[in-house]
């Protein structure tokens, strides 16, 4: 070490608030890994009464999940997080650069948020399976037929891919593959998804397992 040098300071924890089997907090698990972003995840017991607790409140006055809190900077609600992520880990950018991909990104994220999640979060809650499913049929269809040919859902690995892989993990673990299995093109989007290899190894690996879910915890926590 040269007379002059410094110690370089251990990287600052990056928490996590959320619970595994909230979509949103998925997302950011997957993205965090895919861009290398160490997270130290913190339940936030959604089924509780007392939700948005004290903890939440102290650091999201809005109580929004899922909630990043590195140093004095906070970060809450899903708009917000992966976006600060995908900045955060750095590499290669996931907001697409043409018009069209953009707009593509967009319309399945928004189709995402406002159709798939609340029914997906609705089967990992043990709620009646089939009229969630029902709602769901046209929707992966259109996806199905959108990915064909395609390894993403835009040109380039996108936001709307996390956006997805977070939907069709939570149904997997629900045990409703077969809305899966029934669609080549989806199907073979998620395979490839769970394998794929970013700069920092398989992303896949870091999302919550069924075990997590129903015990209301996360493996890796701290």
Not at 26 to 40: F, I, N, R, W
Not at 65 to 90: K, W
């Amino acid at each position: 070490m040269g007379l002059f040098s410094r110690k370089k300071k251990p990287a600052e924890k990056v928490r996590l608030l959320g619970h595994p089997g909230h979509a949103d907090t998925c997302k950011s698990l997957y993205l965090g890994a895919e861009k290398g972003v160490q997270l130290d995840p913190e339940l936030i017991d959604i089924r509780s009464e007392q939700y948005p607790d004290e903890t939440l409140r102290s650091v999201s006055p809005f109580g929004k999940l899922p909630c990043l809190v590195e140093g004095e900077v906070v970060t809450s609600g899903i708009a917000a997080v992966l976006p600060y992520l995908d900045v955060r880990g750095g590499g290669q950018p996931l907001t697409p650069r043409k018009a069209q991909h953009l707009g593509t990104q967009n319309y399945w994220i928004e189709v995402g948020a406002q159709q798939v999640q609340p029914r997906i979060e609705a089967l990992v809650d043990g709620q009646p399976a089939e009229e969630a499913k029902d709602g769901l049929q046209k929707i992966f269809d259109g996806m199905d037929a959108h990915l064909q040919g395609k390894e993403c859902i835009v040109g380039a690995f996108s936001f709307a891919d996390v956006h997805w892989v977070a939907y069709l993990h939570l149904l997997h673990v629900a045990g409703q593959n077969s809305l899966i299995d029934e669609r080549p093109n989806l199907k073979a989007w998620f395979e490839h998804m769970k394998v794929r290899k970013g700069s920092h190894g398989i992303a896949y690996t870091a999302m919550p397992s069924a075990a997590d879910i129903q015990r209301g915890g996360f493996a890796n926590a701290a």
